[in-house]
């Protein structure tokens, strides 16, 4: 391919390519022809001069950008070496010795963007090359004055060079925001993979988990919960707690996020400072349109996967369809139960498997009436406040309890039988549920 390079109009450099086989360019006019002798004559002069020219071009690259002074981004022979290749061949190329080609300014953006090299370093780099090559340029100008070359060939041979500086600088852009692109399309799937890894406890046989905790942003060790939400069976693929990394930044802690298997999956930094647990629990309650789990802090990074079961277990305390937050200790009943729905269901049917044989309405109202007594502490007089009857009333309807299913609600053993069968009915599968929800209630004095 040949880059065939024209003027249009000042400060306006445009690009072709010609297909290999073609005729060479149009004749340029004679004033083109004179703009393009004088470019030549500075440019093989600047070629005879290259050594002292790189010198000088380096030292103001590297005095003008911190980044390349520094060990970690570029050396300086590093920088050296660019300019005579970007500069050798942009002066060849204006001597007319070869074809200007930007494939060598993308191939110079595209590894320095690899690098991480900022583009306002690149973009100065190139300036500061045109700089030079403009005072050369307004030198020779003086030099050879009006003898050899008119005024207006010397004006547009600068445009010229400052035209073909712009196309450099956006070919850089362009072939650096490419790069970059595909470097954080990279990055995003190396941190989902690793993230995958983590939360599945595989992590350690993928790389050290220092590199894993630099990779996530994350602390090695801290103190860190696990977060788990449910997602939207109507929107699979959707975040349950929408730009929660965001809020938690603005609040002030670190996290890392996975939408994955019906779940989005999260780790946060809690830190130590004085409630901090619960500014965590706020930021998610603000969120949350689902149910979510946040189990108990950890120190380890490495231990994420148990505590990401935990969270789970967690989530599953909440009753189906609610939209609330529940942190494991809190919960610790109704995760046990969680933990085996199997043994759940088998427990709420052997406790209350006589008041789960009534009809809907007197099963619905012994049920309420007992997860209310449960919930007053089992204070009679407290529930019978909670549902508008009278304290006898609650103590009959407790007796009938006792009567049908044989326990005592007197004995602690029992109260607790009791306790995890209502905690299993709560969270147990539809058919169980139901039996709270039944429709035909008595009323409340009955």
Not at 111 to 118: I, K
Request: aromatic share 4%; charged share 25%.
């Amino acid at each position: 391919m040949r880059w065939t390079l024209t003027v249009r109009s000042a400060g306006e450099w445009s690009e072709r390519v010609q297909p290999p086989g073609s005729a060479e360019p149009p004749a340029a006019d004679g004033g083109d022809l004179l703009v393009d002798r004088f470019i030549g004559h500075v440019a093989r002069s600047l070629l005879e001069d290259m050594p002292a020219l790189a010198d000088e071009m380096t030292r103001r690259i590297v005095a003008y950008q911190r980044v390349y002074a520094l060990p970690a981004a570029l050396q300086i022979d590093d920088v050296r070496a660019d300019v005579e290749e970007n500069l050798g061949h942009m002066l060849r190329a204006l001597a007319g010795m070869e074809p200007l080609d930007f494939g060598l300014t993308r191939a110079f953006a595209r590894r320095r963007a690899e690098q991480g090299v900022p583009v306002a370093a690149l973009l100065h780099a190139y300036r500061v090359s045109a700089e030079v090559i403009w005072d050369h340029h307004l030198a020779a100008g003086h030099r050879l004055g009006l003898d050899q070359f008119g005024l207006d060939e010397i004006l547009d041979g600068a445009a010229k060079l400052w035209a073909l500086t712009n196309t450099c600088c956006a070919v850089i852009s362009q072939a650096y925001d490419d790069t970059s692109t595909e470097r954080a399309r990279r990055a995003e799937r190396e941190r989902l993979l690793v993230l995958d890894a983590l939360f599945d406890g595989r992590v350690q046989d993928l790389r050290p988990m220092v590199d894993v905790a630099r990779l996530l942003d994350l602390p090695e060790r801290d103190r860190l919960v696990a977060v788990v939400a449910e997602l939207s069976p109507s929107s699979p693929g959707t975040e349950a707690l929408t730009r929660v990394d965001s809020a938690l930044r603005m609040a002030g802690f670190r996290s890392a996020w996975r939408v994955r298997d019906r779940r989005q999956v999260g780790v946060v930094v809690v830190g130590t400072r004085p409630g901090s647990l619960g500014g965590v629990r706020a930021v998610l309650a603000g969120r949350a349109t689902s149910r979510v789990g946040v189990s108990p802090v950890y120190a380890d990074l490495a231990d994420t996967r148990r505590h990401v079961s935990l969270a789970e277990l967690a989530l599953r305390s909440l009753p189906p369809g609610a939209a609330g937050t529940a942190l494991f200790e809190e919960h610790l009943v109704d995760a046990l139960v969680a933990r085996s729905p199997d043994l759940a269901e088998r427990v709420a049917a052997g406790v209350l498997g006589p008041v789960l044989g009534l009809a809907p309405g007197e099963r619905a109202l012994l049920l309420a009436t007992l997860e209310a007594w449960v919930a007053a502490g089992g204070s009679a007089g407290t529930t019978a406040e909670r549902l508008f009857c009278h304290r006898n009333t609650v103590r009959n309807r407790l007796q009938r309890v006792e009567e049908l299913t044989g326990r005592s609600l007197a004995e602690p053993a029992s109260v607790t039988d009791v306790c995890v069968a209502l905690t299993a009915l709560r969270l147990g599968p539809a058919r169980l549920a139901e039996a709270t929800g039944a429709s035909d209630t008595a009323p409340a004095g009955h």
